[in-house]
Structures are given as C-alpha cells and as structure tokens.
C-alpha cells in the first residue's frame, strides 16, 4: 500500500509540472496572452461612424490578432491630436494630416509622417435649420454658419467648396469659428447660426431631433481627398516599424470588411463603439457614407492626393513653401499591408 500511495503521490506531483509548464491554468494562459501584446494610444480626431472601418477593426480583434493592445483617445481636433503625438501622450495620431505639414514647416526636427490612409472623402454635412430640397450653395450668403477651426481640413474644404460655387468665404456670408469642436451641434440646437457643419452621427441626430436638416455633403461635393491620415513622429517610425506595420495590417483588414459586407453587418460589428446611439441609426448612418463611396481600398497615401491636399491648404494661405511629399509620406507599410492580406 505505501508503494502504490508513493507512486500516486509522484503520478499527482508530474501531473502538476506537465500542467504548470504548459500553461494549463486560464489565469496563466490569459496573463501570458496579455504579456504578449504591445500597449499603443492612438489619439483620434473624433469619435464618429465615419471612422467604421477603423471600429471594425478593434472589435472584429484585428489589432489583437497583430499583437497590439489598442487603447483609443478622442482628441476633439487635429490641434489637439497632434499636440498629444508631440508631447508622447499618444503612440499614433489620426486626424486631417495638415497638421503634419504645419508641424514640419515649423521646421521640427522630429516631425510626423503620414503612413496610412483611411478615408478618401470629408465626413461632415451641411445641416440647415430648415427644410431645404431645392438648396443651392448660394442660399448661403447673407447668413450664418457653424463651421471649423480656422486651418482644420473641415474648415478649410468647407471654404474650398464654397469658393467653387462663386462664394467668398470671407465678404458672402459669416462662418462663426468660436465654437469648440465637440459642441458645434448643442450650439446649433440652442439658436446659433443658420446652417452648421457636422460629423455623423451628430447630423443624423439633428434631423431626428426636428432640429435640423441635412442639406448637402461634403464630401459629394468636394470630391476624392486625402481627408484623415494615420501618422506617428518620424523619430518613432524609425524605432518600431514593426508596431507600424502591425497596426496597418489590422486597418486594412477593416477596411476589407467594411468594402465587402452590407451597412446592417458593419453596423452590428461597431455597435459597441457607439452605445447610446440605436442600431436603425447607426446602420443608415453607415449607408450614407458607403453609398458616397468614403473609405479606400487600401491605405496607400498616394503623392497626387498629398499634392491635392497642400493644393487647399494654399488656396487657403496657409502654406507657402513646397513641402517634400517624401518627407511626410511613407506608402511602405501600406503596400506590404496589401501583400500580407
């Protein structure tokens, strides 16, 4: 009996070792698969459906699939998205990638390249207090409208458009630029402006709300542009272009989905993201954006849409010098993204 008892003993205590080594408890085998993930804080421009492939992404797990613990921060503008990129708050920013030129013009040294593009068109609309069917661009004049922060891409396409249709921005109509981003919607529901321009799901919600009504897009309007850009400082590019090309790879696998399921399934994946708006919302708000064809197919940054973009920022006045595409374009992980799919 004391044999059989010792050889159980021993059979018991192998048993234990086998287990230990293999990882077989659920809290070792969850702290090692957390281990194995690198933390990143991107920092996005806002928080809005626009950005579905982006959401898509984190819940269908594709940044885990590619090692990254993803932690997301909502900047509320590219001002205060690249000041977080700049400081070492934020690993990766996401926002209008003018903000890169400005920084690079200023003459860093450390300055911010653009790695990959997400979406091929402006994400706002033009919300009237009224119903207008019949709205022409020209009712605009004489009155007054919420627009962006002055230099922000919203802001400045905003006036690009209206240049295009004979309007002067300055002399036609006042565009109000005092109102923080994140709080253009409440302003314009408590009495101020005519017209406002809006992200979704903001002017969706306007418009069920009876408080406005969604007259024209912006990006219809505007065409193809190079509106929102990933981009990291160039001095951590140089560092970790394996964390670079882990996170591209996980947004192009986003922008796989969302180019080839239906607005209700890439509603239901992001939902998640945006609880206190109603699914029927979110899915005809992913229907607007996918019927005026917004996100790419790929992320690749191409040089005539950054010459498209130093084109508005100078019809603006706000760059005067040649800015070297080179310098803050990498299309590297891009391309390598489309390889590894």
Not at 115 to 126: D, K, M, P
Not at 171 to 182: H, P, S
Request: glycine share 8%; aromatic share 10%; charged share 20%.
């Amino acid at each position: 009996m004391k044999n059989l008892s010792k050889k159980a003993l021993s059979l018991f205590l192998c048993l234990v070792l086998i287990c230990s080594f293999a990882g077989c408890s659920p809290n070792r085998t969850e702290k090692t698969s957390n281990a194995a993930l690198t933390k990143i804080t991107l920092n996005e421009v806002a928080h809005s459906i626009f950005y579905a492939p982006q959401y898509a992404a984190i819940e269908l797990g594709y940044f885990k699939d590619e090692g990254i613990d993803l932690e997301l921060v909502t900047g509320f503008g590219a001002d205060k998205v690249m000041t977080s990129l700049v400081s070492g708050d934020a690993d990766i920013g996401f926002m209008g990638s003018e903000s890169s030129v400005y920084v690079y013009e200023e003459g860093s040294s450390d300055y911010c390249v653009n790695f990959a593009q997400l979406t091929q068109r402006a994400g706002n609309f033009l919300v009237s207090r009224n119903s207008e069917p019949d709205f022409k661009w020209t009712d605009l004049k004489g009155k007054n409208v919420i627009g962006g922060r002055d230099g922000g891409m919203p802001e400045m396409l905003f006036e690009y458009i209206l240049k295009k249709h004979g309007i002067s921005p300055k002399e036609d109509l006042n565009i109000i630029q005092n109102v923080d981003f994140g709080s253009t919607s409440a302003a314009f529901t408590s009495g101020i402006g005519d017209y406002t321009i809006e992200f979704e799901p903001s002017a969706t919600l306007l418009e069920q709300q009876n408080s406005g009504y969604v007259v024209s897009s912006l990006g219809t309007e505007s065409g193809y542009v190079p509106y929102t850009a990933y981009c990291v400082k160039s001095s951590y590019l140089k560092k970790n272009p394996k964390i670079v090309q882990s996170f591209t790879n996980a947004i192009q696998k986003g922008l796989d989905y969302v180019n080839s399921h239906s607005s209700e399934e890439i509603a239901n994946v992001i939902a998640p993201q945006f609880k206190e708006t109603d699914i029927a919302t979110i899915t005809a708000i992913v229907e607007r954006y996918s019927s005026q064809d917004t996100w790419k197919e790929d992320t690749v940054f191409a040089k005539e849409s950054f010459e498209l973009l130093l084109d508005i920022l100078k019809d603006a006045g706000k760059v005067t010098a040649e800015i070297p595409y080179e310098k803050l374009v990498t299309t590297q992980y891009s391309k390598d993204a489309l390889q590894n799919k």
